[in-house]
């Protein structure tokens, strides 16, 4: 779950993403474990929850500004059909947390602008607060996703949140990039090595397929 050293803690991303998103009583019990020591995240780890999470929060916001449609529940009701699981997951806690409190109305055409606004400042904040919460440790990865700037002017927001969508999502460019091959023939050349070892030893099933996959990607 984390690394611990006397003095601080290497989180991956599903405690990263607790911290920031779980319940109220959930997040405290993890902040009783990591007693307010150091909080220290590497870059992957901030790519994948921009992967998961913002981009996500970002897809929706440029739903909702679509010209034909008219209110945030047309919204809503667009992205339950179109997107399921982590998505969907994602979009439904946002506006628990956001939309219900500012008493926006779902129905109403005049709270849409309200929404976007909200969205766009929802975004900025979450971003500056993962800057600020953790410190980044050494990018041994050197993950380009996790560069991509995000920039947002909360006057007109969606230039920059299309802007680093583009970037985010320009595969090509970033795992030209990316280093975490070299990270792992060189770093974690042993556990690798390993992995496909066991992989090579397992019948292929709908059970070990994902497993022996990766392995394979790992070659």
């Known amino acids: 779950m984390w690394s611990q050293s006397a003095q601080e803690h290497f989180l991956d991303t599903s405690v990263m993403r607790s911290l920031l998103l779980a319940t109220q009583a959930y997040q405290l019990y993890l902040k009783s474990k990591l007693n307010n020591k150091q909080l220290y995240i590497s870059n992957y780890v901030y790519m994948e929850i921009r992967r998961s999470y913002i981009i996500s929060i970002i897809s929706f916001y440029?739903?909702?500004?679509?010209?034909?449609?008219?209110?945030?529940?047309?919204?809503?009701?667009?992205?339950s059909n179109k997107f399921k699981g982590s998505e969907l997951k994602a979009i439904l806690q946002l506006i628990s947390q956001i939309f219900s409190t500012s008493q926006l109305n779902f129905s109403n055409p005049k709270d849409k602008n309200k929404a976007l606004s909200l969205l766009a400042i929802y975004i900025k904040r979450f971003d500056l607060?993962?800057?600020?919460?953790?410190?980044?440790?050494?990018?041994?990865?050197?993950?380009?996703?996790?560069?991509?700037?995000?920039t947002i002017d909360i006057k007109n927001p969606a230039i920059g949140l299309k802007k680093f969508v583009l970037g985010f999502e320009d595969t090509a460019t970033c795992r030209n990039q990316c280093k975490i091959d070299d990270f792992l023939i060189i770093h974690c050349k042993l556990e690798v090595e390993q992995i496909v070892e066991?992989?090579?030893?397992?019948?292929?099933?709908?059970?070990?397929?994902?497993?022996?996959?990766?392995?394979?990607?790992?070659?």
Do not use: M
């Open 129 to 150: 607060i993962i800057k600020t919460k953790f410190k980044f440790s050494e990018d041994l990865t050197n993950c380009a996703r996790a560069e991509v700037p995000l």
């Open 62 to 79: 440029f739903v909702l500004h679509l010209d034909n449609v008219y209110t945030i529940g047309d919204a809503i009701t667009l992205w």
């Open 198 to 219: 066991i992989a090579s030893q397992l019948p292929k099933n709908t059970n070990t397929r994902r497993f022996i996959n990766i392995a394979n990607n790992l070659k």
